[in-house]
């Protein structure tokens, strides 16, 4: 059974920074893309940031140059760098990871709460 475990999230102020993490149960290696969605109030789960498991990364137009992703396939983890945080950014992030088999099978981290206010 696949657990992924995020932590990180709390109140920070605007300009300031938070990392992520995204700990796996077992080898990372075995998912083909993993990332970070967030949702906040009355509004859509959006994507924010995904890395393949060759390191390619992906951004949302919103966070590109403020958010950095990253994986440690030693800790089976993956992180989620956020600088210049704005209060839009305030939303639950949940991380997820991909496993392609004979169909794709989508794991989901537990969210960890982010707020951006003064």
């Known amino acids: 059974q696949v657990q992924l475990v995020d932590s990180g999230g709390g109140l920070v102020q605007p300009g300031g920074s938070l990392r992520l993490s995204c700990a796996a149960s077992?080898?990372?290696?075995?998912?083909?893309?993993m990332g970070w969605y967030r949702q906040a109030p009355g509004k859509q789960r959006e994507l924010v940031a995904a890395?393949?498991?060759?390191?390619?990364?992906n951004y949302t137009d919103l966070v590109k140059g403020r958010f950095t992703i990253s994986r440690d396939n030693a800790k089976n983890t993956v992180y989620l760098q956020m600088n210049s945080l704005q209060p839009e950014d305030t939303a639950i992030y949940y991380c997820?990871?991909?496993?392609?088999?004979?169909?794709?099978?989508?794991?989901w981290g537990q969210g960890t709460q982010v707020t951006v206010s003064s």
């Open positions: 997820y990871a991909d496993r392609q088999l004979a169909t794709t099978l989508r794991y």
């Open positions: 077992g080898s990372i290696f075995s998912f083909v893309v």
């Open positions: 890395i393949t498991r060759g390191g390619s990364r």
